[in-house]
Structures are given as structure tokens and as C-alpha cells.
């Protein structure tokens, strides 16, 4: 994903959270749900981000309060720092398109920590279960 969510490592998140945190940007973190569900994803991020009610059910009130961010963090610019995103982006990919874009549109800026080491992208990928 481009634009306002980059995906990182489990070893250069912290750089790119010090970056923001340099640039006076409130880090929020959250971490991504085992369930690796689309709901529960879309809750946890809504109470980490201290959206209100029913974002975390309703995803055109999350897309909307998403928008208002700096309403609910009076002014603040805010940055999240989305840890174990790799986990959703895996199980579901639709449900990571969709989050991930809508915090994208918001210009929330993300740090989607997908993984513990950097793909080889000289490798071809492997293909996922029912893939060919």
C-alpha cells in the first residue's frame, strides 16, 4: 500500500515511529487481533484511535470518523502504529485492501508492521492454499 500507510518490519517500525514522533506526531498503538477478523480488526483500531461510537461495527461511521481525527484528539496530528498488521493482511487480504484504505483516504498516517524480516523479492512468492 502507498500513500499514507507503509508497511515495515518488526525491525525498522521503530525508526519509522521515531520519525513521526520527531515530526510531533501523537504514536498510537495498536495491536492487531489474532482472530485476524475484519470486525474485530476494525474495533480494536476504532479504540485505539478513540473513534466514537459505532465505528467500531459501522465501517461508513469509521471511514467518516477517520476523516475527523483531529476532532476526537483535539488538534493533535496522530499516527498509528498498527502492529502485527501482517497477520490480517495474510488471512484476509479484502478485509487489509479495506482497512488499510480507508486509513489510506483518511491520510491517518500507518505503520503496518507485517512481518519480522524483509521479503526476497529476488524469490518468486509462494502461492497461498487452493492458489495456483
Known amino acids: 500500500m502507498d500513500g499514507w500507510v507503509w508497511e515495515r518490519t518488526e525491525q525498522d517500525a521503530p525508526l519509522a515511529a521515531g520519525r ?5 506526531m ?3 498503538t495498536v ?9 474485530e480488526t476494525q474495533a ?17 461511521t469509521f471511514a467518516d470518523a477517520l476523516r475527523d481525527l483531529s476532532v476526537w484528539w483535539k488538534g493533535q496530528t496522530v499516527a ?3 502492529e ?4 490480517l493482511r495474510e ?33 518468486p512468492p509462494t502461492p497461498r492454499d487452493g492458489e495456483v
Open 31 to 39: 495491536q492487531q487481533p489474532t482472530s485476524a477478523d475484519l470486525r
Open 20 to 24: 513521526f514522533a520527531a515530526d510531533g
Open 44 to 60: 480494536a483500531l476504532a479504540a485505539a484511535l478513540r473513534l466514537p461510537s459505532p465505528a467500531e461495527r459501522n465501517l461508513d
Open 84 to 87: 502485527g498488521a501482517g497477520l
Open 26 to 28: 501523537r504514536l498510537v
Open 91 to 123: 488471512a484476509d487480504e479484502p478485509a487489509w485492501q479495506l482497512l488499510a484504505g480507508l486509513l489510506d483516504g483518511a491520510q491517518v498516517p500507518t505503520i503496518a508492521v507485517v512481518g519480522s524480516v524483509e521479503p526476497d523479492l529476488t524469490q
Open 80 to 82: 498509528l502504529v498498527w
